[in-house]
């Protein structure tokens, strides 16, 4: 049964494409990119502004301190245009 098992494994890796292995493979930052851009596509705006603020935390824990300055610079104007879209509702 355990060779069986290992056998289907096997088999199973060999014939799946590679980039369907790399996509349960991605970096934090990479996930925080394509979150934020999915959010700024379909969220409101505080939503967005929050989103903003978490990318920029995501680069802050990966030690990247330049992306971390661009992006809390970003998620600050993110933020900005978020407070004027309620002031003029």
């Known amino acids: 049964m355990r060779t069986q098992s290992l056998r289907w ?3 199973a890796a060999a014939t799946t494409p590679v ?3 790399a996509t349960g493979c991605s970096n934090p930052t990479e996930k ?3 979150r934020f851009e999915m ?3 379909h969220g409101d705006p505080d939503e967005i502004c929050a989103e903003a603020r978490r990318r920029a935390e995501v680069w802050l824990d990966a030690g990247d301190q330049y992306e971390y300055d661009m992006k809390k610079v970003e ?3 993110v933020c900005i245009s978020a407070r004027i879209k309620k002031l003029e509702r």
């Open 32 to 34: 925080a990119e394509r």
């Open 75 to 77: 998620a600050d104007l």
């Open 19 to 21: 980039g369907l292995l």
């Open 9 to 11: 494994t096997l088999y």
């Open 39 to 41: 959010v700024k596509q």
